[in-house]
Structures are given as C-alpha cells and as structure tokens.
C-alpha cells in the first residue's frame, strides 16, 4: 500500500483507532491522532505524525481542526454512541468528504448512514465473516505422518483461493515441500502444472516437513 501522500485523522484512540492508527503510519501515511483523553493521546504520540486531545463534538474545536483538509477521518468512539453520532455530524458539516465510523450494532449504523457518514464498519459482525471465510477456505484435512517429521495433507480449495493458479500459492517455493497431486471431481493430476486455476472444490495433496506445512498453510 503506498499512502506516503494521504492524510488521515483518526477520532477517538480506544484499541480500534490505536490499531487504524498504526497500520495507517506504518504504511508512510501521514496521521493525526485525536482523543479527549490525554492518557490516550499520550499513548499513540510517539508513532503517529500528530497526536491532539480535543473533544470532537464540538463544533469550533473540530473547524479549529482543518479536518476538511485530510483525504479520511476515522470516528472510532464505540462506548459512548451520543459522542460517536454528534462527532460524525460535526465531523461531515465542517466539509470532510470521507469520513469512516466504527458502529456497535446496526442501529447505530442506520443512524450512521442516515447523518452522512460515507463507510460503517462493525468489526465484531466485519471480523466474524472474515474469520468464518478464512476457515472455510482453509478446510485442511488432517495432517497424515510420514515419519521423520514429515506430513501429507489436502487443502480444499474455497471462495478465497478461487481464481488463483497452483502457481500462485508459491508452495513449493517452500523448503521441502512438493505438490504430489491435484484433483477435481474424479479426475486426479500427478505433479500438476502450476499455472492451472482453481475451483472450489478442488484438492490440492502436498507433503514435507509438518511445522513448514503448517507455516505455510495458515498463511494461505
Ligand atoms: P475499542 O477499544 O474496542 O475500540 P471502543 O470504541 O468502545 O472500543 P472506547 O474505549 O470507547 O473504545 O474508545 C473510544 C475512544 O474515543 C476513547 O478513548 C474516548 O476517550 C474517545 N472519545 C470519546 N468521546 C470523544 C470525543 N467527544 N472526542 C474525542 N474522543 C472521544
């Protein structure tokens, strides 16, 4: 991700926003962190580019901002919802185009939407589907002991790898690892070629050394 020559302010530095603050400036973005809480503020100062104790429901604090300016604000108030809405109020009247709010539940999101925000996210809802996808497409039979720490296991292929080609999933870039087999519907593929695509379904039978397996597995 190249952010070098964005500008992001992220409202409100509970773990949520202490989490899109550091992902955003380890990218080379430039950020401004905001909390009404000076411990908080304190916290981030030393690796966001600006870190600012403010009460964003406040309408000249929040011009006194310049948020406007910024290509994304974040409002990541989850406990107290009052502040979470006004601060998104205040937050699209001062003119910002983009700006992004964590919601609790979809009540607050309806409300959310209906006051201007432009994205909502729930990332307790957000984050189960994504897990829920992951370990779906990471259906990985058991692993079958070779001996001398070697294994041989199956991934079925799910909606994440759809798409990709053997090729793609690098495994036998892995040290000892070998691709012994490919099957779809009946037919089965010795050492396949590695520019074919994969369907959902798909077996994919490799084999090497268990922990490089494992490695390599939880990073597909
Ligand atoms: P999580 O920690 O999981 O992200 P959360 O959003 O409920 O959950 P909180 O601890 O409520 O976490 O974090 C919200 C942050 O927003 C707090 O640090 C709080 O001080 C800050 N905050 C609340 N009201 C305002 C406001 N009016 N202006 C700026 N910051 C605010």
New binding site residues.
Partial sequence: MKSGDKQYAV???????LSVCQELQQAGAEVLA????ED?VRAVAGFVSQALV????NEETVAELRLSDYDMVMV?????VN?SIL?TLVVKEAGVKNVWV?ANDKKHSKILHKIGADHVIMPERDMGVRVARKMLDRRVLEFQELGSDLAMTEIVVGSRLLGKTLGDLALCKEQGVQVLGFKRGPDITKAPELDRTLEIGDLIIIAGPRETLSRKLSSL
């Fill in positions: 409202i409100g530095l509970g773990r949520f926003g905001i909390d009404i809480d908080r403010a009460n964003c429901t990541s108030i989850g406990a107290d502040a601060t964590k």
